[in-house]
């Protein structure tokens, strides 16, 4: 299957800092790319849909100005959280499409705000 | 997309068939299952999909019931390393047609030795 990769796999970072997290699709291009987040024994829950060369589309109740989404190239997607607090501690995990639209998911990224 | 459900978890021990239901009774004509597993600390991984057909792959078998309202995807031979959450997840496939994917809670599925 399609290699998506994700880093960092762990950050660790301060309060009021921002973290920028990377998704790319390494052999395959992707139009759309999904962000999700998942906290401590719960299920993934999707945040945006990320569209290359126009903005991304957030779920109700994610702030866009918190969680900045940039889809740049055919293959490569951020995630930045922006002054970062302990409650957006979570697991990242992004989610590219192919021209199947079949989706293969990275590695995600444990975030920790201390 | 159609809603799934699942026992939130089960058990199996190492070596046997690991049997996992899910429930579908909403799904729609031009609506696929898919199945996905997620070990711990790791991102989704696919496993298997199909729309009535029974399909087989390397990693499992999706048995689908003829009205489709349930789906049951069996591990022939489980092993530890198969210890993970399973989602099934129903979903329009192909075309353009938005395709997040929507996680259920999934089953969590222990293997013992």
């Known amino acids: 299957g399609a290699v998506v990769s994700q880093h960092p796999s762990w950050v660790i970072c301060k309060s009021g800092t921002s973290v920028k997290i990377e998704c790319r699709s390494l052999?395959?291009?992707?139009?759309?790319m999904f962000w999700y987040r998942q906290f401590p024994k719960q299920s993934l829950m999707l945040m945006a849909t990320s569209n290359e060369g126009s903005k991304a589309t957030y779920e109700q109740g994610v702030e866009k100005d918190k969680f900045l989404i940039n889809h740049a190239s055919l293959t490569l997607s951020t995630l930045t959280v922006t002054s970062a607090h302990p409650e957006d501690s979570s697991f990242y995990i992004c989610s590219a499409r192919d021209n199947r639209n079949e989706a293969f998911f990275g590695q995600g990224t444990r975030l920790t705000v201390v | 997309d159609a809603k799934t459900t699942q026992p939130p978890s089960m058990d199996c021990a190492e070596g046997r068939a690991a049997n996992l239901p899910c429930n579908h009774s909403?799904?729609?004509?031009?609506?696929?299952v898919y199945w996905y597993r997620q070990i711990h600390s790791q991102g989704p991984q696919y496993i298997i999909h199909?729309?009535?057909n029974n399909e087989t792959n390397e990693m499992a078998s999706l048995i689908i019931t003829e009205d489709r309202k349930s789906s049951t995807l069996i591990l022939p031979h489980a092993t530890l390393r198969d210890t993970a959450v399973y989602y099934c997840i129903v979903r329009v496939g192909g075309g353009n047609a938005g395709n997040m994917l929507t996680f259920g809670g999934g089953t969590r599925l222990m293997v013992k030795p």
């Open positions: 199909g729309l009535k």
């Open positions: 909403t799904i729609s004509g031009n609506e696929y």
């Open positions: 052999d395959f291009q992707a139009t759309t």
